[in-house]
């Protein structure tokens, strides 16, 4: 079992950065491939930026790439969402993920959290 909590949410204008975090308790971080997954509304959730256990695999939504960046500090049991170059279609509710196992950067979640709120403003 893994407990994920996510902050750095907010408003913010179009072109402008966000850094997300996700805070992880339970079982040793290593365990899990982490990933980070968005919904917007009235659409599915869908997935945006993966690592694996070590950080040293990751992967992305080609919406996202060269915008957003994934990270992995698993001293700090801690994932982190980088986001570049914010456009008004990235407004969603940003969900942190996880899976046990050795899997690679993308991967169906076991665990998910709670979200956390982006809105850009055009």
């Known amino acids: 079992q893994v407990q994920l909590a996510e902050s750095g949410g907010g408003l913010v204008q179009a072109g402008g950065s966000l850094s997300l975090s996700c805070a992880a308790s339970?079982?040793?971080?290593?365990?899990?491939?982490m990933g980070w997954f968005r919904q917007a509304p009235g659409k599915e959730r869908v997935f945006v930026a993966g690592t694996n256990w070590s950080g040293g695999s990751t992967s992305y939504a080609d919406l996202v790439k060269g915008r957003f960046t994934i990270a992995r500090d698993n001293a700090k049991n801690t994932v982190y969402l980088q986001i570049n170059s914010l456009k008004p279609e990235d407004t969603a509710v940003y969900y942190c993920?996880?899976?046990?196992?050795?899997?690679?950067?993308?991967?169906?979640?076991?665990?998910w959290g709670q979200g956390t709120q982006v809105t850009v403003s055009s």
């Open positions: 339970g079982r040793p971080f290593s365990s899990y491939a």
């Open positions: 993920a996880a899976k046990f196992g050795l899997d690679g950067p993308t991967f169906t979640p076991d665990y």
